[in-house]
Nanobody, 117 residues
């Protein structure tokens, strides 16, 4: 079983920055990433990073957000710059392990990010 502990959400003005962190317990995680869900909308991918550093971003955050991992700490970060009101959402950490061909998917509890003046 993997547990994910998130931190770093909060209230920020438009144009500001925030950094989210997510620490995973247990074994090595193959894929780690961030998703978000705004009120009345479906959960959507923000960014992911594989164990060997391949990243993927939603078009809406490219050039503004940066995902990174510390594999020794089993931790993933999301640096969010030039934040916009439309970035307001609950951000969820996601982790996927692959063991003997089986995928195990885990979610964090979510952290609120509010971008408002």
């Amino acid at each position: 079983q993997v547990q994910l502990v998130e931190s770093g959400g909060g209230l920020v003005q438009p144009g500001g920055s925030l950094r989210l962190s997510c620490a995973a317990s247990g074994d090595i995680i193959n894929l780690m990433g961030w998703y978000r869900q705004a009120p009345g909308k479906e959960r959507e991918l923000v960014a992911t990073e594989t164990l060997d550093g391949v990243t993927n971003y939603a078009d809406s955050v490219k050039g503004r957000f940066a995902i990174s991992r510390d594999n020794a700490k089993n931790t993933v970060y999301l640096q969010m710059n030039s934040l916009k009101p439309e970035d307001t959402a609950v951000y969820y950490c996601n982790a996927t392990r692959i063991r003997f061909g089986v995928l195990y998917n885990y979610w964090g509890q979510g952290t609120q990010v509010t971008v408002s003046s």
